[in-house]
């Protein structure tokens, strides 16, 4: 080591910042792993939510429900456009 110092430091120094790297390699991968087990959850929630407004949607269209009065392709619309917003409000 008392001969070879200057290559001593530099092997060192990348021991180091191998160290530092597998170090940051690690919590960027816990972090990773985390975000993506709540993804799913998510889009589950979106697609849960997308369906239920287009079943409410297309419940116009049900005969038994309009009761004899003419329900127009506009008024179906314009209903889900309604429950759209109120619906997915809080959605990104």
């Avoid at 070879?4 to 120094?13: F, G």
């Avoid at 985390?34 to 993804?39: P, V």
């Avoid at 079943?55 to 009065?69: C, F, K």
């Amino acid at each position: 080591m008392r001969r070879n110092r200057t290559a001593v430091l530099a092997a060192s120094a990348v021991v180091l910042m191998l160290f530092a790297l597998a170090i940051t390699m690690t919590v960027q991968t816990i972090r990773h792993r985390q975000k993506n087990a709540t993804a799913p959850n998510r889009e589950a929630a979106a697609a849960k939510i997308g369906l239920r407004l287009s079943r409410g949607t297309l419940q116009g269209l049900d005969p038994s429900e309009a009761r004899g009065n003419t329900v127009t392709a506009r008024q179906i619309l314009d209903q889900g456009v309604r429950q759209i917003d109120s619906g997915l409000a809080t959605q990104p």
